[in-house]
């Protein structure tokens, strides 16, 4: 049970962050789901059912301007546009393509303040972690080169937990995204891809910029949105969090129909080393969040996944390994481990593991006969590491 002091001290954490711009008199649509599109609309005067119509030109047809609406009449359309209705979403300003066909892109929000996130394109999955845990791929559609895919998405503009490892905590929390900002980095990766939602295979893991249970609120608008208004399958997203215990007891009361899968950033074997390279561990222990977690009913077949950073000579040693097997079979429930290779970055004084260490850290793992997994490293070339490209490229 939670203490009320935590309950404070994490709404207090929550407030801290930084809210979007106001937009004057500009109102902004994409983000807002049928129904409210239709509270919306009705106060124009229009039937409720246009809300339906204005989202499916937003969501599943993918249009961005009033202009190629054509379901809508001219009529309202015009109506729309001198109430300074915007209909458009997130952009992609800058693309980044890796040998690898990872694309790499920095979308900028809605709002007035320019602030850009990074999203991901990763075709063909990401071997073991495609999100779902399945191995098949499907048929080659005609004309695409991948036959499945992997979006990274953003929640936040950079994040205020400070892991030590990690690039975009340099940034600190500039602010969150909405759940437009959220839901809109999909969007417009889908429609760049041509992806025909409900026959390709799209995974989501929110792994990008940010920590998703500290916007918890639009975090949540966003993956509602990208249910019931895109049509994409709670089941085939990951949500990461680096155990943020409120936002895991809330996650936990989300209905099935709208949960995405759960991973979190363990990283490390003990609260010793965790609360070293991730100060968040001295709020909230290793113990914490797995007692959090538990809280979570999973569906059936479905596993927790913990995320495992290795860190050469902090996080990689053989004695880590067993330590993480013995955490494993506390937590009882049943979950899987994502090895994952520190990508280094500038300013940051951790060094790779070695490829012998991180062979050695799976095969110890395995043989303690924990499902284990080595997450492929994406798109090096173009600055893999979280949060690395907007660091790179805006200075
Ligand atoms: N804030 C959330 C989600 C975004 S980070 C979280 O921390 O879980 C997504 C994953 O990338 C986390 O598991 C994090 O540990 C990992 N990560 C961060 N920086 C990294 C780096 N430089 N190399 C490899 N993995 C990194
Ligand atoms: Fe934030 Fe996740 Fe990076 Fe930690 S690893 S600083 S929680 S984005």
């Not at 004309?143 to 895919?149: E, H, M, N, V």
């Not at 937990?161 to 990766?189: D, M, P, S």
């Not at 990008?208 to 916007?215: H, R, T």
Request: aromatic fraction near 6%.
């Amino acid at each position: 049970m939670l203490s009320p002091a935590v309950i404070a001290h994490n709404s207090q954490l929550i407030r801290l962050d930084t809210n979007p711009p106001a937009e004057g008199s500009r109102r902004l649509f994409f983000g807002l789901d049928a129904e409210t599109l239709s509270a919306h609309l009705m106060e124009a005067g229009e039937p409720a059912w246009r809300g339906r119509q204005l989202a499916e030109a937003m969501y599943r047809q993918r249009l961005t301007s009033l202009d190629a609406m054509t379901t809508l009449p001219k009529r309202l359309r015009e109506d729309l546009a001198k109430m300074d209705v915007e209909v458009g979403r997130p952009r992609i300003v800058q693309v980044f393509r890796s040998v690898d066909g990872t694309e790499r892109y920095l979308v900028e929000g809605q709002a007035a303040d320019g602030q850009t996130v990074e999203t991901v394109w990763m075709p063909e999955g990401d071997e073991g972690e495609a999100g779902d845990g399945s191995e098949e791929g499907a048929a080659d559609e005609a004309g695409k080169s991948w036959s499945r895919a992997t979006i990274c998405v953003s929640s936040q503009v950079g994040c205020a937990v400070n892991c030590q490892f990690c690039l975009t905590a340099k940034l600190g929390l500039q602010r969150n995204l909405t759940a437009g900002e959220i839901a809109g980095q999909v969007v417009a990766v889908l429609d760049r891809h041509a992806v025909e939602v409900g026959r390709d295979r799209v995974n989501l893991v929110f792994m990008g910029m940010g920590e998703p249970f500290l916007n918890y609120e639009n975090f949540m608008a966003a993956v509602r949105l990208l249910v019931e208004e895109v049509g994409l399958s709670p089941q085939r997203m990951t949500v990461s969090t680096s155990g943020i215990v409120p936002g895991i007891e809330r996650f936990a009361e989300e209905p099935p129909e709208v949960r995405p899968k759960l991973a979190i950033s363990l990283n490390a074997p003990n609260d010793a080393v965790r609360s070293e390279i991730m100060p968040i561990n001295r709020k909230w222990p290793i113990e914490a969040v797995v007692d959090a977690v538990r809280q979570v009913r999973l569906r059936s077949r479905e596993r927790v996944t913990f995320e495992y950073v290795l860190l050469g000579g902090v996080t990689d040693r053989p004695e880590h390994a067993r330590e993480v097997a013995r955490l494993v079979r506390r937590a009882g429930f049943p979950l899987k481990v994502n090895l994952i290779a520190w990508n280094p970055g500038p300013g940051i004084a951790y060094s790779m593991p070695t490829g012998d260490a991180v062979e050695t850290f799976k095969r110890t793992l395995a043989a303690e006969g924990v499902p284990v997994y080595l997450r492929r490293p994406r798109g090096r070339d173009i600055y893999a590491a979280c949060g690395q490209l907007k660091r790179t490229v805006e200075g």
